[in-house]
């Protein structure tokens, strides 16, 4: 799902429809079980179907180790699984978004390109 973030003040309607939406996806995407593992959904058929259609444009790809930011963890790292195209979900629109593996495991994250740490070697 989404990380945690801090919802502007006015804007937690909007906030609270984009994480049902994405809700939804998933549970449609698992066929409503909720034990199916999230490793089985690593496959494109079902990451398309759970956060839209791959976006061939961006800096970064599937595959790819990436650092980035989050407001409540702090820096982390990952492995870009699916990039999300650009689109509308439940009235708002999204930016290019980076579904990340995390080192650390869980539930992958979604990451924007702001919040990518690039590294100066």
Do not use: C
Not at 3 to 30: C, I, K, S, W
Not at 51 to 64: C, I, Q, R, T
Request: overall charge negative; cysteine-free; aromatic content about 10%.
């Amino acid at each position: 799902m989404a990380t945690l973030r801090e919802v502007p003040e006015g804007d937690e309607d909007n906030y609270v429809n984009f994480e049902y939406g994405m809700f939804q996806r998933l549970f449609h995407a698992t066929g409503g079980n909720e034990e199916t593992p999230m490793t089985d959904m690593h496959d494109s058929a079902n990451l398309e179907q759970l956060y839209g259609p791959l976006w061939a444009y961006s800096d970064n790809k599937v595959g790819e180790h990436i650092d980035y930011f989050d407001t409540l963890l702090g820096e982390l790292s990952g492995r870009i699984i699916w990039v999300a195209a650009p689109q509308r979900i439940a009235g708002t629109q999204t930016s290019v978004q980076y579904i990340v593996e995390p080192d650390r495991g869980g539930f992958p994250d979604i990451v924007t390109p702001s919040d990518l740490i690039i590294s100066r070697k």
